[in-house]
């Protein structure tokens, strides 16, 4: 059974860091691409970032570039979000995705997420 | 705001079908494929379309996903009280070079 259980969220002052991980099982970790998504409080799905099976390539949505860096460690199984000069609006649940095979950007599991608050 | 558009809201009785609208531009459907997502309340997404029209394994097919030009539409068929959910398309943006998601449907089975 695919499992992503994501840790590391919080409450953090602005221009403070967090780094959020993503444990995952179930499925041959390093074949897939992986993606962060994230949702404030009672609004839609915003992309974050995604990386490679290898970790050779990384793509981040505007607002968070410089600020974020996304990393994965094959050996672990795992996925991370390095997050740095946090600010109110990055305040949101933090879902850790896994892109389906197939082509475009498909997410056919995802965790149930990390709660990540910047107070403003 | 989103860079793919979707209507804030729809609503149809149980057993009708309902539709679902995700318009866009050349740089992100008009030239990649479409994914629909449905985030029912409380729940974390779940993928229900993908390259446009192709729904993973255990997806009804009351469930279907169209394209045309720079938008894409999801159709519901048979409604269900238990569709109530927000509905979400997403897609690539070349230009953006990331992914993006329109703002997300909500659907009201009344």
């Known amino acids: 059974e695919v499992q992503l259980v994501e840790s590391g969220g919080g409450l953090v002052q602005p221009g403070g860091s967090l780094r959020l991980s993503c444990a995952a099982s179930g499925f041959t970790f390093s074949d897939y691409w992986m993606t962060w998504v994230r949702q404030a409080p009672g609004k839609g799905l915003e992309w974050v970032a995604n990386?490679?099976?290898?970790?050779?390539?990384?793509n981040y949505v505007d607002s968070v570039k410089g600020r974020f860096t996304i990393s994965r460690d094959n050996t672990e199984n795992s996925l991370f979000l390095s997050m740095n000069s946090l600010r109110a609006e990055d305040t949101a649940l933090y879902y850790c995705?896994?892109?389906?095979?197939?082509?475009?950007?498909?997410?056919?599991?995802w965790g149930q997420g990390t709660l990540v608050t910047v107070p403003s | 705001q989103s860079v793919l558009t979707q209507p804030p809201s729809v609503s149809a009785a149980p057993g009708q079908k309902v539709t679902i609208s995700c318009s866009g531009s050349?740089?992100?459907?008009?030239?990649?494929?479409v994914s629909w997502y449905q985030q029912l309340p409380g729940t974390t997404p779940k993928l229900l379309i993908y390259e446009d029209n192709k729904r993973p394994s255990g997806i009804p097919d009351r469930f279907s996903g169209s394209k045309s030009g720079t938008s894409a539409t999801l159709g519901i068929t048979g409604l269900q009280t238990g569709d109530e959910a927000d509905y979400y398309c997403g897609t690539w943006d070349i230009s953006l070079s990331f992914g993006v998601f329109g703002g997300g449907t909500k659907l009201t089975v009344l």
């Open positions: 050349s740089s992100n459907i008009g030239s990649k494929f």
């Open positions: 990386i490679k099976q290898d970790g050779s390539e990384k």
């Open positions: 995705a896994r892109k389906h095979p197939a082509v475009g950007t498909p997410l056919d599991f």
